[in-house]
């Protein structure tokens, strides 16, 4: 079954900035996705079809893709950034796939 | 408001069956494909399964194929998740998803389904 790859935990002193990426060999065809959660919460869409993003999302978070990876960006990290990021994508057989997710400390 | 509220959570044995809901409001739910994710207890999200617009077409993750069945009424804007033969490895947060071309948003607020004897 298709996997998307994240690393566990990435962590960055506040005003620094932050990449985590999420690696897939379908990648490069399909779009992904990406959302944040805090605890006791539900995901919230941070970054969509690769690079765009939502509005009401800080301009801080970018994303962008580089064959079959693609990086999550936080730039000028705040303590509220703190949370899980998880990537979502699909494979060519359809279903949709979501990465193990990546926990964000900021020092 | 785009909302979603899903309810239908609780305690269950192993084998048994629960039927979760979705209710959703603010937008016009007969033209979205919809989802149910579920999140173990201090797991990752894991996308469960979808429906089309009109229900024409459902897909599942391996793991429930054949145990759950998705389902909507467009009628009463509502999403459906029938589980049955639940085992432990059930147990997680189930929250309901609106698909769009943005991705998966808004999110409900998740409901708590506790496969155990």
Known sequence: SYELTQPPSV???????ARITCSGDALPKQYAYWYQQKPGQAPVLVIYKDSERPSGIPERFSGSS???????????????DEA??????ADSSGP???GGGTKLTVL | EVQ????GGGLVQPGGSLRLSCAASGFT??????????????KGLEWVANIKQDGSEKYYVDSVKGRFTIS????????YLQMNSLR??????????????????PWGQGTLVTVSS
Do not use: H
């Open chain 2, 72 to 79: 909507r009424d467009n009628a009463k804007n509502s999403l």
């Open chain 2, 4 to 7: 979603l509220v899903e309810s």
């Open chain 1, 96 to 98: 949709w796939v979501f």
């Open chain 2, 29 to 42: 739910f007969s033209s979205y494909w919809m989802s149910w994710v579920r999140q173990a207890p201090g």
């Open chain 1, 84 to 89: 899980d990021y998880y990537c979502q994508s």
């Open chain 2, 88 to 105: 432990a490895e059930d147990t997680a947060v189930y929250y309901c998803a609106r698909e769009g071309s943005l991705g998966f948003d």
């Open chain 1, 11 to 17: 962590s960055v002193s506040p005003g620094q900035t």
């Open chain 1, 66 to 80: 580089s064959g079959t990876t693609v990086t999550l960006t936080i730039s000028g990290v705040q303590a509220e």
